[in-house]
């Protein structure tokens, strides 16, 4: 029986797609290396600092990228250097109670992290180490000013402290 044309392209079509298509390697190794060299150049770019599912961080409208700094961090119920916690209390109670031992740990934690660094050069005497302060929006003020005067007393003077960048469309508004 003869095929019509029809049939006979139609034929021809299904053959051609049978066929296994072929993988070409060389534009894919393209792609994949230059996405190699775009996220070693933009990892840089986006510094993230660790923080509780409970915290919240204030909001500011910062510029500066938070830097590699030692970190101290302000919990409900505690004070934590570099991850590690070094005081343990209330800050509900009366601040005779929690302060003298906050400072004793907070001090000795800080002044073993300084001896492990290098020594300041001496135009860097004045400013002192960098560390960064993560605490709570709810944090009370003199906990704070306390804990920046303990860090102040052992060479880390260069405070900063941990914001949440507000948006510009929040900026805009009064």
Do not use: H
Not at 16 to 43: G, P, Y
Not at 50 to 74: A, F
């Amino acid at each position: 029986m003869k095929q019509s044309f029809r049939a006979k392209r139609m034929l021809k079509q299904n053959q051609r797609l049978a066929q296994s298509s072929k993988l070409n390697l060389v534009a894919l190794m393209d792609i994949f290396t230059i996405l190699v060299f775009f996220l070693m150049v933009n990892q840089s770019d986006v510094v993230v600092l660790p923080s509780n599912k409970d915290m919240s961080l204030p909001q500011s409208v910062s510029e500066q990228l938070p830097r590699e700094q030692v970190l101290l961090t302000v919990t409900g119920n505690g004070v934590l250097v570099q991850g590690k916690p070094v005081w343990r209390g209330d800050w509900q109670q009366a601040p005779e109670l929690w302060q003298e031992a906050l400072t004793t740990a907070v001090q000795q934690e800080l002044q073993y992290l300084a001896s492990r660094a290098a020594p300041l050069p001496a135009e860097q005497q004045a400013v002192g180490r960098p560390l960064t302060i993560l605490a709570d929006a709810a944090t009370s003020y003199a906990v704070l000013r306390r804990l920046m005067a303990i860090c102040a007393a052992t060479e880390y003077r260069d405070v900063s402290l941990a914001v949440e960048q507000r948006s510009s469309a929040l900026e805009a508004k009064p």
